[in-house]
């Protein structure tokens, strides 16, 4: 179990919060809003109304104590900053910090956030994947450049081992396969894939989007 405090609860602050108590984690959430610590203190360990900027404040709770702090304002970029430097300065060891835009994210890569999440332009992202190809389950940035996609299986997969569909040959590659509750992490080249699979896949995104057109 871990020791995560979550510094701001609007909707994804609240969200992270309830699912990582969910998981088994003791979660602190940080907020000035009284309102906001009152609905949320049922679902989490602590709720505590507080200033994301107030040093002196975080000094009282115990922040370098925490294994994970994840700062979760957006539209306050001061607080987000102030919020995200508090918490290295510190020694929480890992920071993870939401971002309103990539401006903002170097800003908040350069005071040290281990990790930088861009709520908005990931979901604008999964959004378009799921346009263009229907079958795309969801998608996970690794960087600018590279995702992880699960998605079902294509119709024209299906009976096929990975050698003879051969993704490699798009940049493409197959690290977990789904079948039912089984999964099978990094398949071996003769694993033949069935309908209705769930293959996890890891590539650029310039390759990635040719995944409908994979004969």
Not at 185 to 205: K, M, Q, R
């Amino acid at each position: 179990m871990k020791q995560i405090i979550v510094i701001g609860c609007g909707r994804f602050g609240s969200a992270a919060a309830r699912t990582l108590t969910k998981l088994g984690h003791d979660v602190m959430v940080v907020d000035q809003n009284p309102d906001i610590i009152k609905d949320i203190s049922e679902f989490v360990a602590h709720a505590v109304q507080m200033d994301a900027i107030d040093e002196a404040s975080f000094r009282t709770i115990g922040l370098r104590n925490f294994d994970v702090a994840i700062v979760a304002i957006g539209s306050d970029i001061q607080a987000s900053i102030m919020g995200t430097l508090i918490a290295k300065e510190a020694g929480v060891p890992v920071v993870i910090a939401k971002a309103a835009n990539e401006t903002h994210g170097r800003v908040l890569s350069k005071i040290g956030a281990d990790k930088i999440i861009y709520p908005e332009r990931d979901m604008g992202m999964r959004v378009a994947f799921g346009l263009v190809t229907p079958n795309i389950l969801d998608v996970i940035e690794f960087s600018p450049d590279y995702s992880l996609v699960e998605t079902v299986a294509l119709e024209e997969w299906v009976g096929k081992s990975l050698e003879e569909l051969n993704l490699g040959k798009h940049g493409l590659t197959i690290i977990a396969i789904k079948t039912g509750e089984h999964i099978n992490i990094v398949p071996s080249s003769n694993t033949a894939i069935n309908h209705g699979d769930v293959i996890v896949i890891l590539g650029s995104n310039k390759n990635l989007k040719i995944i409908s057109d994979v004969k």
